[in-house]
C-alpha cells in the first residue's frame, strides 16, 4: 500500500537548478549525490529521519569505514560506486517487506494488530509535534481535539519517525499484551532518545556528503547490532514488533539508531481525498538505560567534576559522570563553540583531579578531527543543532530549537590558528556581555536598586549577544576561507573587535541613555567595611577599561591612531 523505499515521500533539493523532488529512501541514497538536502517539515523530523532509516539503511548495506584513510577515500568519491549501488539495490529488494506502512502482519516501525482493552483510539495528532491535543489545545484555537487530523501516508511516516525520536514523556497508553500496565496506562515514560540530547548533526553539499559526515569510523558492528527491522522476528528478544517493552542498554549505533521508544499503530481509512491516517495508537515502547558515548554519535557532552559525581539526586545512585549535553533555548549554536571543540584529549575535558566541570564533543566531529588533514583546509563544512524543550515534567513541547553554524575544518585542531581565534572571539562575546550588564547594574546600583536577577528579566547583555550574532557568523564563515593563514586571521579579528565595539557601545548608550539625574552624584554604600561609591561616570569609565581590557586590537589601533 505505501513502502517507504520505493513510494515518495521525502521532499530533496536537486544541486542543479530545477524545483524540488519527492522521492523513497532507495532513490534517495542511489541518488544521493545528486541532492542538496532534504526538506522537511519540522526542523527535528530531519534527525530523525536520517537516524531511523538514511544512515542505518547505507550502514547496514556497506558497513562502515575502517579507519579515517578508508573513510576520506570513500567521501572524496562523492557518489556511490556501481558496485555500492549494487549492494544497497540488494538489501533494498531483500528486505523491502519490512518497510511497507500498512501492512497487517509487519507494519514499518509499528506493532501489528495493536489495541488496548477497550479497543480505544486516539486523533493522529498525538503524531505531531506542531499541533495542539488534550490539555495543550489552546482556548480560542480554531481546531479543536475533536477535529480529524488526516495525514497522508508520507506525512504520517514522517511523524511516526519523529514520535520514536522525540515523543512526551510521562502518561502513554496501556494496551493489551503489555504485561507492565496498568489500569490502561504506563507511567515513567521517559521521552523519546533524541529529546535527551542537543542533537548535532555535520552536513555537507550534499546529501551523499552528509550521509557519511554522520558516519563514524573505526569500530566494526557487532553480531548483534541490527536495525530494527532486522530484529521483527516475535520471537527475537530484542523485537520491538511486540505490545511487551524492556529496559536495556543499546547493542550499538544500528540499534541506537533506529530505537523503537514507542509502541505504535497507525489506522489508516480511505476518504474522499485518498488514504490518510486519522487514528492511531502510542503505547510506552523501549527505554534507554543509559546513553553512552561510545554508541550515540550526535551530541556533545558534558563532563561532571568530581564534587557533583558524588551526589545523589533524591537519594538514587550518583548520576553518569558524563552526560549528553542540551542546547538551550534562545542561545546562539556558536555559543557552545567551546564543547564542540573539545577533542578528546584537551584541555577542555577535566581529569579527576580538577574540580570543574569539562566537556567532550560529539564522535562524529572526533572523527572529523582525526580525518581533517585529508580534507581540504577551506571545505565549507556546516553543523545543524537541534533539540526540543520540554515543559510539566516532559508531558509537553515548550519550544523547538533550531540553528547551523559554518564550522573551519581547520578549526577541529587543537593546536591550529583558527582554533584559538574562533575560542577568543566566542569568549569575547560572553565578556562584552557581561561588561554591558556589568554597566547596567552599576547604574542600577547608583539608583538605589539591585541588579537585574541572571533569570529574570531581559538584561542589556544579552540584547548585545543577539546584535554580534551575524557578526559571529560572518568570521565564522571567514575563518573558513582563510584556513591557517596568520596574518588575514589577526586581520579578520581586528576587523571582528571594530564591529563588536560599535555595536557594544550602542547598547551600552541605551543603558546610559536611561540615567536619571541622579545618578551623575550616586550613592555611597558601605560592603565588607568598605565604602563604594557608584556613580554614573565610574559606571562609564569602568566600562571602557572593561571594553579596552576584552578587544585588545581595537584598544591598540585606538592608541596608534591616537599617537
Not at 542600577?444 to 531581559?458: F, L, M, S
Request: charged share 25%; aromatic share 6%.
Amino acid at each position: 500500500m505505501f513502502n517507504v523505499l520505493d513510494d515518495p515521500w521525502l521532499t530533496v533539493r536537486p544541486i542543479a537548478a530545477g524545483p524540488l523532488e519527492e522521492v523513497g529512501v532507495r532513490q534517495l541514497l542511489l541518488e544521493a549525490h545528486r541532492f542538496q538536502d532534504l526538506l522537511v517539515d519540522l526542523p527535528t523530523q530531519k534527525p530523525a529521519i536520517f537516524r531511523q532509516l538514511l544512515l542505518p539503511v547505507a550502514v547496514d548495506a556497506l558497513g562502515r569505514p575502517t579507519d579515517a584513510a578508508d573513510w576520506a577515500r570513500t567521501f572524496a568519491t562523492g557518489a556511490f560506486s556501481s558496485a555500492d549501488r549494487k549492494r544497497l539495490t540488494e538489501y533494498c529488494d531483500a528486505n523491502r517487506h519490512h518497510f511497507d506502512l500498512f501492512d497487517p502482519s509487519d507494519p514499518f516501525a509499528q506493532v501489528p494488530g495493536l489495541y488496548t482493552a477497550k479497543n480505544e483510539t486516539k486523533g493522529s495528532a498525538l503524531l505531531v509535534a506542531t499541533a495542539a491535543t488534550g490539555n495543550n489545545v489552546p482556548l480560542f484555537a480554531s481546531r479543536t481535539e475533536g477535529d480529524p487530523l488526516e495525514l497522508t501516508p508520507a506525512q504520517a511516516a514522517r511523524w511516526l519517525l519523529h514520535t520514536h525520536c522525540w515523543d512526551t514523556a510521562a502518561i502513554k497508553t496501556g494496551v493489551v499484551g503489555d504485561d507492565k500496565a496498568k489500569a490502561g496506562k504506563t507511567t515513567g515514560n521517559p521521552t523519546g532518545p533524541l529529546g535527551q540530547l542537543g542533537v548535532v548533526m555535520p552536513m555537507g553539499r550534499t546529501l551523499y556528503e552528509t550521509l557519511f559526515l554522520n558516519i563514524p569510523f573505526g569500530q566494526a558492528l557487532l553480531s548483534d547490532d541490527l536495525p530494527q527491522w532486522r530484529r521483527r522476528a516475535v520471537d527475537h528478544p530484542l523485537s520491538s514488533a511486540t505490545p511487551t517493552w524492556q529496559t536495556r542498554a543499546p547493542r550499538g549505533l544500528l540499534d541506537i539508531w533506529t530505537w523503537q521508544s514507542r509502541r505504535i499503530r497507525l489506522i489508516p481509512e480511505e476518504t474522499p481525498a485518498g488514504l490518510r491516517v486519522t487514528r492511531v495508537i502510542v503505547a510506552a515502547g523501549d527505554r534507554l538505560l543509559a546513553t553512552p558515548p561510545d554508541h550515540e554519535p550526535h551530541t556533545a557532552w558534558t563532563i561532571d567534576s568530581p564534587g557533583t559525581r558524588a551526589k545523589k539526586p533524591g537519594g538514587k545512585s550518583p548520576r553518569s559522570p558524563i552526560r549528553p549535553r542540551r542546547h538551550q533555548p534562545g542561545r546562539a549554536a556558536w555559543r557552545g563553540l567551546d564543547a564542540l571543540l573539545a577533542m578528546n584529549g584537551t584541555d577542555n575535558e577535566r581529569d579527576a583531579t580538577n574540580k570543574s566541570a569539562g566537556f567532550r564533543t560529539s564522535t562524529l566531529l572526533s572523527s572529523l578531527a582525526e580525518a581533517r588533514g585529508l580534507l581540504p583546509s577551506t571545505y565549507p563544512l556546516q553543523l545543524e543543532l537541534t533539540g526540543i524543550t520540554y515543559g510539566n515534567q516532559s508531558a509537553v513541547i515548550e519550544d523547538v530549537f533550531f540553528d547551523e553554524i559554518p564550522l573551519p575544518v581547520t578549526a577541529l585542531d587543537p593546536d591550529s590558528i583558527v582554533y584559538d581565534s574562533l575560542l577568543e572571539a566566542v569568549d569575547q562575546a560572553e565578556k562584552l556581555a557581561n561588561a554591558v550588564n556589568m554597566l547596567s547594574a552599576d547604574l542600577r546600583r547608583a539608583a538605589g536598586a539591585d541588579p537585574i536577577p541572571w533569570d529574570k528579566g531581559q538584561r542589556p547583555g544579552e540584547t548585545l549577544l543577539h546584535a554580534l550574532d551575524p557578526l559571529v557568523r560572518r568570521l565564522l564563515a571567514g575563518l573558513r576561507a582563510v584556513g591557517e593563514d596568520f596574518e588575514q586571521s589577526e586581520r579578520g579579528l581586528e576587523a571582528w573587535e571594530q564591529r563588536a565595539g560599535r555595536e557594544a557601545w550602542q547598547v551600552a548608550e541605551q543603558v546610559l541613555s536611561t540615567a536619571a539625574p541622579g545618578l551623575f552624584t550616586g550613592r555611597t554604600v558601605t560592603k565588607d567595611g568598605k565604602e563604594l561609591t557608584f556613580r554614573l561616570s565610574n559606571a562609564e569609565r569602568g566600562f571602557r577599561n572593561r571594553l579596552d581590557g576584552i578587544l585588545t586590537r581595537r584598544a591598540a589601533a585606538r592608541r596608534a591612531d591616537a599617537s
